[in-house]
T-cell receptor, first 115, second 109 residues
Framework: GAGVSQSPSNKVTEKGKDVELRCDPI?????LYWYRQRLGQGLEFLIY????????KSGLPSDRFSAERTGESVSTLTIQRTQQEDSAVYLC?????????????FGPGTRLLVL | AQRVTQPEKLLSVFKGAPVELKCNYS??????LFWYVQYSRQRLQLLLR??SRESIKGFTADLNKGETSFHLKKPFAQEEDSAMYYC???????????FGTGTRLQVFP
């Protein structure tokens, strides 16, 4: 079946503008994660949604970042008043927790460039 | 603090040579360790996890709690192994993954 999809694949914006990134998880996956990968760095956790539980927002770097997810479907990550340091690849992953084993399936990412 | 360290940014070997990609972690407890791989123009995908104790595509990794390491090994590298490899940790009871900065493996013919 279809994997995790993300849109847009690339986004160029001007400093100060708001951007919205979208993630479509694998159908039936209750867990959804957002990560950020800056150039030459590992993936940084941003936020985690699990079913109807309150999201884990502990990785969001500032209050300019927010994310929403409706039920177990699409999620959007919003960055307000973008800064140049927000330039990165934003990756989404989803998973279906089954007992102790869980595999996160990643999307192709959105490459964000803030000029 | 939880941390994953991959000391090598780039590892270059010739086809048929042994490969070891290093991963060290910092975590006070029993973590779950993973190796993820990203081939050129493909998305990040799970290669193996320590709890499975399996060999995938000829790769193995053993969790050494004494040395806090989870090195990835393959006795005979193949050209198709060329990719970016990330070591990741999940703390006990946690959900998020903590990634290292990755090692690019280049296997020359």
């Amino acid at each position: 079946g279809a994997g995790v999809s993300q849109s847009p694949s690339n986004k160029v914006t001007e400093k100060g503008k708001d951007v919205e990134l979208r993630c479509d998880p694998i159908s039936g996956h209750t867990a959804l994660y957002w990560y950020r990968q800056r150039l030459g760095q590992g993936l940084e956790f941003l936020i985690y949604f699990q079913g109807n539980s309150a999201p884990d927002k502990s990785g969001l770097p500032s209050d300019r970042f927010s994310a929403e997810r409706t039920g177990e479907s699409v999620s959007t990550l919003t960055i307000q008043r973008t800064q140049q340091e927000d330039s990165a690849v934003y990756l989404c992953a989803s998973s279906q927790k089954q007992g102790g084993a869980e595999t996160q399936y990643f999307g192709p990412g959105t490459r964000l460039l803030v000029l | 603090a939880q941390r994953v360290t991959q000391p090598e940014k780039l590892l270059s070997v010739f086809k048929g040579a042994p490969v070891e990609l290093k991963c060290n972690y910092s975590y006070s407890g029993s973590p779950e360790l993973f190796w993820y791989v990203q081939y050129s123009r493909q998305r990040l995908q799970l290669l193996l996890r320590h709890i499975s104790r399996e060999s995938i595509k000829g790769f193995t990794a053993d969790l050494n709690k004494g040395e806090t390491s989870f090195h990835l090994k393959k006795p005979f590298a193949q050209e198709e192994d060329s990719a970016m490899y990330y070591c990741a940790l999940k703390g006990y009871g946690a959900d998020k993954l903590i990634f290292g900065t990755g090692t690019r493996l280049q296997v020359f013919p």
